[in-house]
């Protein structure tokens, strides 16, 4: 079932800032083509830069991304992936609504890698290259299927060259504190998703306040960047989505 997701308190002249969290192996440019959008719009938009060695440092850079957006209200965070454990564990009086863009959505006590291992395996372990303990990369052959399916092949070289190798030690730590139980939020199931399963996002999305649902592959972000876009902006000013 697919659901709209909520007005935000937000003054459509005065919108909020939008926080953005990239996944595993990511970096902050998968992005850009989403911030360049908001922007254009006139919503203030930071953007986390992970790796940081756990997930409890990777929080503390989301963090302090979202002082960058002081003055712009209590703020919209969107986790792709990874990147939605990391959202989760932001302080809640700092958000005003979060979404999760085919994102982990841990409660307290789960671990990002031990919810993919009891979820229906999907295309992402063939894809590793590297020791799953200490750190891993996306084997270049396999990345653009594996992240861009409905790319054409420019715009998934473009994305995939900017991969970077993965410490998975903060996909093994627990989480310690679950905005969602405080804040409302949005979960974006991908149905085409070959990273993270769709009956995995099925399960977090019975966790949120709204849901979504989109034709997607896994990097939403980038194959359904104008509705990503549109979501966000629909949140930061207050109004509600279409579909």
């Given amino acids: ?3 709209s997701a909520p007005s935000s308190p937000a003054s459509p002249a005065a919108p909020r800032g939008v926080l953005l969290v990239h996944g595993a192996w990511h970096t902050g440019h998968a992005w850009d083509g989403v911030a360049a959008g908001l922007r254009a719009r006139g ?3 930071a953007v986390a830069e992970l790796h940081r060695g756990s ?3 990777d929080v503390a850079a989301a963090g302090a991304a979202l002082d960058r957006l002081d003055g712009h209200g209590p703020a919209v965070a969107c986790g792709h992936s990874y990147g939605g454990a990391v959202v989760t ?7 005003d609504h979060l979404v999760y863009l085919a994102a982990m959505m841990p409660d307290r006590g789960e671990t990002a890698l ?5 979820a229906p395996p999907t295309a992402l372990a063939a894809g590793m290259v590297g020791d799953p303990a200490g750190t891993t990369t996306i084997d270049p052959e396999a990345a653009g299927s594996l992240f ?3 790319l054409d092949a420019a715009e998934r070289a473009r994305h995939t060259a900017r991969l970077v190798p993965q410490a998975m030690a903060p996909g093994r730590q627990p989480t310690t504190a679950a905005a969602w139980h405080q804040r409302p939020s949005t979960y974006v199931v991908c149905t085409e998703d070959r990273v993270v399963h769709p009956h995995l996002q099925h399960r977090f999305a019975a966790r949120a306040t709204h849901v979504l649902t989109w034709r997607s592959d896994h990097g939403a972000f980038a194959s359904h ?6 979501l966000l ?10 579909h």
């Fill in 233 to 242: 902006h629909r949140l930061a000013t207050g109004s509600r989505p279409d």
């Fill in 89 to 95: 564990g932001l302080p809640p009086h700092r958000i």
């Fill in 55 to 57: 997930l409890a440092a």
């Fill in 1 to 3: 079932m697919t659901l």
């Fill in 148 to 150: 861009h399916a409905q």
């Fill in 225 to 230: 960047e104008a509705e990503t876009v549109d």
């Fill in 114 to 118: 031990g919810l993919l291992a009891a």
């Fill in 43 to 45: 919503v203030a938009v």
